[in-house]
């Protein structure tokens, strides 16, 4: 009996005895390499922050180091992960000799123009900066941020190249460099800021007092780390057989194609990209405003930036190894026009990540306290400093669930090439984000600012979890939405417990022992492998295959678990 042939019950059934492990086992590797990139990042964001502090100099050097990355996505980034890399998977798959030529046109063509990019960034460097920081950033602030700009906009051409590079090895595969190269960035930085606290002499550091040796430390040492994190990508692809050969010899259609795609995908990046440039204003005044009242905390672009990253971890770990094994084979079922495939790998990476990011919420939600405490609150960072940044990481933990859940949908489209569906989202959840971002600003005291604008992030995804919904129904038929809230449900009753056991531990522990760096990491400690053991037998209780399928993949590749 074909597959054709088989009952849907029966096809529907098969990916969840195969393809659900498949994914994990696919994403194994990358989830190490990923673990060990975020937990070197965590180490990377704390001695930083001890560094610099979270104020007005910490806000300085996070918001021209985001720069990079912002004109990055806004002209490359999105055309490439949605667009480009789909594309080369169709084309080998028609013809392996065409579909490599075609990397190799494209990869020249993507160096040619991440090079022109660049150095347009820094020329407009002092452009950029004002547009960012907004009219409270001037004088010796405003100075020295468009120095730190003009030394890190050059990453833009190196993330560009590093990602490229990243999409040739996973069409052919190879997911496990791409996923730790960053490791070796992380490991720079945390050098640099080691080597800050070490030369720095005086006081807390800020603008006006910061040194040229300091100054080009911070900056070089940075920019290095990247530099670093994109040519150890070249060995892994030559060893899987690609040999880059200047070319740009492209065929008739083939630019024609990926302009009439990148125009709705372009217009996803501008939008996302101008809600961050307001949400970033609005942070970086509510920032200055505190520090002219005097607020005991930094209310700035630091420590908002700061809690989004650790907000990511799980996601980072989970969602984005599942997708990246996820969007090469969802791209394939696609191509084939084979809907209840579609179908079949979106439900079960949606539910095989939600197994680990349910968790990851409850348990941030329960400790951000006290991961502020233990990585944060030493060196230039107080303990009020670090305790703002814990108040808006609890409120990033909420948005946790239907952030995953809405990039994972995205993807969807992406699979079908289709760049204007995401484009048209994006309108509407940039408006919400926008319009209760700027409601939380001016409804807030300043102390709160900050925290509604990443409680403003909550009700957005919310908001693109149903509208993607309604609009994959129309493009898949159904969703397998039984299953999937079915699921969900159970892990949040699941996670339960685990968050209940990890708030307990906190209050006694603080009773017992107070405040400070043990005790944190004593509750740390504890409550996560009391709640991750709690976690694990309420989805036994609950009967969670997708916990199962976790279990059985990790103990098969951890010796004496087998």
Known sequence: MTTEQQPAERRQEEPEKGGGSSLLRSGALMA????????????????????????????????????????????FGGILSSIIVPMIVQAKRKDREYGERYEQRFFTAALLGLAVITIGAVVAAPLIMRAYGGSELQGADLRLAVLFAMFFLPQIFFYGVGAFAGAILN????????????????????????????????????????????FLLLAIGTTGG?????????????????????RLDFQKGELGQV??????????????????????????TAGFQAEQE?????????????????????????????????????????????????????????????????????????????????LFAHGNTSSSDAAVIGRIMQAFAIALIPFSIYQLMLRVFYAHRDTRTPALV??????????????????LPTEDKVVGIAGAFVITNCVGVVVCALLLRR????????????????MLAAAGPMAAFAVGCHILIEKWAGTGLIPS???????????????????????IPEADTMVRTLSARIPGLR
């Not at 560094?51 to 910490?58: D, E, F, H, K, R």
């Not at 397998?480 to 159970?490: E, L, Y």
């Open 226 to 246: 990247i530099v670093l994190q994109t040519i150890v990508l070249w060995p892994a692809l030559r060893a899987t057989g690609f040999r880059w050969r200047p």
């Open 426 to 443: 994006a309108f509407v959840t940039v408006v919400v984000n926008v319009g209760t971002a700027l409601a939380a600003f001016n409804l």
């Open 259 to 284: 302009g009439k795609a990148a125009g709705w995908t372009l217009l996803y990046v501008v939008l996302i990209q101008v809600g961050f440039l307001i949400i970033t204003r609005l942070n970086t």
């Open 294 to 374: 005097g607020l005991s905390g930094a209310y700035g672009y630091a420590s908002y930036a700061t809690a989004y990253q650790f907000f990511q971890l799980p996601y980072a770990i989970v969602a984005v190894s599942v997708i990246t094994a996820l969007l090469p084979r969802m791209s394939a079922h696609a191509a084939d026009g084979d809907t209840s495939a579609v179908r079949d790998d979106f439900s079960s990476g949606l539910r095989l990540s939600s197994v680990l990011i349910v968790p990851g919420a409850a348990y941030m939600l329960a400790l951000a306290p006290d991961i502020v405490q233990a």
């Open 171 to 214: 069409t052919r595969n190879s997911f496990a460099v791409p996923m730790w190269a960053p490791v070796l960035n992380n490991v720079v930085v945390i050098a640099v800021g080691v080597a800050f606290l070490v030369i720095q002499d005086g006081g807390p550091p800020t603008a006006a007092n910061l040194t040229d040796a300091e």
């Open 32 to 75: 190490l390499g990923t673990i060990a990139s975020r937990i070197t990042g965590f180490v990377r964001s704390a001695v930083i922050i001890i560094a610099l502090g979270n104020g007005i100099l910490g806000s300085i050097y996070n918001l021209a180091n985001t720069i990079p990355n912002i004109i990055y996505d806004l002209l």
């Open 521 to 543: 990491l004593t509750t740390l400690v504890v409550g996560g492998l009391g709640g991750g053991i709690l976690y694990l037998v309420a989805a036994r209780v609950l009967r």
């Open 475 to 490: 493009l898949l038929g159904r969703i397998d939405a039984g299953r999937i809230i079915a699921a969900h449900v159970k």
